[in-house]
């Protein structure tokens, strides 16, 4: 070796893609991993069914509920059917701190107005008023396959589950875009993010009309929709009042690229941390530390209500889990546990998309396949509201990943001033614990098929097993 060469060698940083840093063999477990991943997007389409998937995968794997159980060291609790903790008790006293791995399970969607359904006098048509959630581009949800899923609430406290539009023999749904012919005015004729008004994304429900031989029937076609649902699900107008409906992109995750090595789904953001998070708890045997996994809803929204993470949910856990291992429990032995805990605010970042590299400073932002991302800080304008990790917890972290050959990255959100975002790292904080950002780069965030690398969520995986062991 040159002495140039040894030089860079040993100054230089370079991240490592994980394609070429990797044996076959870790390839070939990294699309095995893949497999199972999809198979979990393709069930987990609203935060409900998520919440229902991890409730049933925790009790195949010895876990049970923390409310019905005496004596487990794997135990979980949900809230209200929408967020979850689980953990695995360790072989340290909890006061010495827990390491926490904390993500979101809803996604940006369309949701179904309270009383949506109505006739449109023009066109003979039953069509259904939408709510969107969360940070969409309206115009990537017109005119593509949807499906409706969720839940109608009967006043006995019945609770139907919905979901049309997954099953091949299926219908799905459309809200119908303009064609480009006549487009100039309506669309064109405005910048992108108002080409589409919210009022224009209207669903429509069905189109043949309820028939009486003898008499004329007013809107027919919304009578014949109304007995269509009664038929199916058994129930009637008011319902709707008392239902949570989504519409979501209809279809499974698909392997994109022809060799195989991404993944197109919906939903990635940021279920690909909550599924990677669960492996690594579940492959835990005992950990020194205790170990939890913290699934919450309402991030897209601002992490507001009683099930996102600006709630008392997750203390209130740490606070069972302390009485449950029969600690000595009070106001200063939970806030201690607290501050001496470890948490990863596990979200996606923005990977560098070659089509529009200019909103990235390319050095400081996560490359596709080169692993999982660490991100010290995100916000907007000069870091505001951003949880800024701190350099201690960082290189602890870097040299857990590093012992253990796992393929991670820097990463911030694009330029600075470009725009910015958030996660629930800065409400974790709060706590007093010890908080960074890490999960693996997504290409078209927020869109309808966001594409992962294979290499990365295997590699986020593998950092949050490490975590979990040796952090
Ligand atoms: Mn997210
Ligand atoms: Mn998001």
Request: charged share 30%.
């Amino acid at each position: 070796m040159k002495k140039h060469e040894e030089l860079i060698k040993k100054l230089k940083y370079h991240r490592k893609n994980f394609w070429e840093s990797s044996t076959k063999k870790e390839q070939r477990v990294a699309f095995k991993f893949a497999d199972k991943y999809k198979e979990f997007l393709d069930q987990c389409k609203t935060v409900r069914e998520t919440t229902d998937f991890i409730e049933k995968e925790l009790e195949e794997r010895d876990f049970s509920n923390i409310e019905k159980t005496k004596k487990s060291k794997r135990v979980f609790k949900i809230g209200r059917g929408k967020n979850i903790a689980f953990a695995v008790i360790g072989k340290k006293p909890m006061s010495e701190g827990v390491n926490i791995i904390a993500a979101h399970i809803d996604a940006p969607r369309v949701d179904l107005k309270q009383l949506p359904l109505f006739e449109d006098n023009e066109t003979k048509m039953g069509l259904m008023r939408t709510h969107y959630y969360g940070g969409i581009k309206k115009y990537q949800w017109m005119s593509t396959p949807l499906a409706i899923h969720g839940v109608f609430v009967k006043e006995s406290g019945e609770i139907i589950n919905v979901s049309i539009g997954e099953d091949d023999k299926d219908p799905i749904f459309i809200m119908p875009d303009l064609l480009p012919h006549l487009a100039k005015n309506e669309q064109y004729a405005h910048k992108i993010g108002d080409a589409i008004k919210a009022s224009q994304m209207k669903v429509i429900f069905n189109t043949i009309p309820f028939l009486d031989k003898d008499e004329k029937v007013k809107e027919a076609v919304k009578l014949n929709a109304l007995i269509m649902l009664n038929e199916k699900f058994g129930i009637v107008e008011e319902d709707f009042l008392r239902a949570e409906l989504e519409l979501v992109p209809a279809g499974k995750a698909r392997d994109a690229g022809i060799d195989k090595s991404m993944i197109a789904a919906y939903g990635q953001d940021d279920r690909i941390c909550a599924y990677t998070g669960m492996q690594a708890l579940l492959d835990c045997d005992l950990p020194e530390t205790t170990a939890i996994v913290y699934l919450v809803d309402k991030e897209e929204v601002g992490s507001e209500g009683n099930t996102g993470a600006n709630s008392n949910f997750l203390i209130d856990f740490i606070g069972d889990l302390l009485k449950f291992n029969k600690e000595h429990y009070n106001s200063f032995s939970l806030r201690k546990t607290l501050i001496n805990s470890q948490m990863l605010s596990a979200d996606v970042a923005a990977a560098i998309n070659p089509n529009y590299p200019n909103v990235h400073e390319k050095t400081n932002a996560v490359h596709f396949g080169f692993g999982v991302g660490l991100i010290k800080y995100t916000g907007s304008r000069g870091k505001s509201s951003a949880n800024d990790a701190n350099a201690e917890f960082v290189a602890k972290m870097t040299n857990i990943f590093n012992e253990d050959k796992v393929n991670w990255q820097m990463g911030t959100l694009g330029k600075v001033d470009e725009g910015g975002g958030g996660t629930i790292a800065k409400f974790l904080a709060e706590t007093g614990a010890e908080v960074v950002d890490c999960g693996p780069g997504l290409l078209g965030m927020h869109s309808l098929y966001e594409l992962c690398s294979k290499a990365d969520l295997y590699s986020t995986y593998r950092a949050y097993k490490a975590f979990f062991v040796k952090g």
